[in-house]
């Protein structure tokens, strides 16, 4: 079918199609993990890809927060422009802060060494 012969309608869809181009949006929460593909148009933000996406109606407690939301690993702007094949990493909280988790784990690396370290009935 040539060019002349084809519907209108055709024409500009296959045009508008022309314009869009893939990316993913991912979240990995404690039990799951969620990655879709959607394909956007230039000028799409980080914020637009988000709500294109639809995660939100696959996982009802994941929000959008400035600050934790990146591109390949790199925190950035929620108005950040995509492009194409980024992936859009939607980061949830920290459960426990890491500088009090090493603390924990120091402290228990101590007490476990001074157990040691004592004398066990019956040593001699």
Do not use: C, H, W
């Not at 593909?37 to 696959?58: C, H, M, Q, W, Y």
């Not at 009802?60 to 400035?66: H, P, Y």
């Amino acid at each position: 079918m040539d060019k002349q012969k084809r519907p209108r309608s055709l024409i500009r869809r296959q045009s508008k199609n022309r314009d869009l181009f893939p990316v993913q949006v991912s979240y990995a929460g404690p039990d799951t993990s969620i990655i879709l593909t959607v394909n956007v148009k230039p000028g799409t933000t980080i914020r637009d890809a988000f709500e294109l996406s639809g995660i939100r109606k696959i996982a009802k407690n994941i929000r959008l927060v400035e600050g934790r939301a990146g591109i390949f690993g790199e925190i950035r702007p929620l108005d950040t422009p995509v492009k194409e094949n980024d992936r859009i990493e939607i980061y949830r909280p920290l459960v426990a802060s890491p500088k009090e988790t090493r603390k924990k784990r120091i402290e228990q690396g101590k007490t476990k060494t001074a157990s040691k370290s004592q004398a066990r009935p019956g040593d001699t």
